[in-house]
């Protein structure tokens, strides 16, 4: 007889100087996503955070910062699909892209539009009932 599993929809990742928190869904229905670090602490929900699949996994994006005429910084986090045996968690270790859009008022500057810094973050996937 195999044993039932549970997906995970609850994240808490951190590194140094960074927190993060996800929830897949949550008692409005809605994705919820905390973010502590150098920007300072903040949150996120519904179409604020937008959770894109691709090859590496769900990206889940929000934005950090938006300075006009200098710079927008969003952060992307990478989460693999996790499967939970007897709804237990699971410890794990994932990326966060911290990407730097650079801007003007006189449009693109010389050099990269974007910069990029890797976050290596580790942590407990556990299933919430919502």
Sequence with gaps: MALATTSA?????????????YDT?????TPLLRYSGPEGDMSFSGSEI????SALGDEV????????????????????SIKLPDAGDAQFETLAIKTTNHTTIAGPPDGPAQS?????LHGTASAVIS
């Excluded at 869904?25 to 229905?29: D, F, H, P, R, Y």
């Excluded at 937008?50 to 699949?53: G, I, Q, S, V």
């Design 50 to 53: 937008e959770t894109l699949p």
């Design 61 to 80: 994006t929000v934005t950090l910062q938006t300075v006009p005429d200098l710079h927008t910084i969003t952060l992307t986090l990478l989460l693999a």
């Design 25 to 29: 869904t949550s008692i409005s229905g």
């Design 9 to 21: 929809n609850h994240f808490e990742l951190q590194c140094d100087g960074v927190q993060v928190t």
């Design 116 to 120: 990029y810094e890797a976050i290596a």
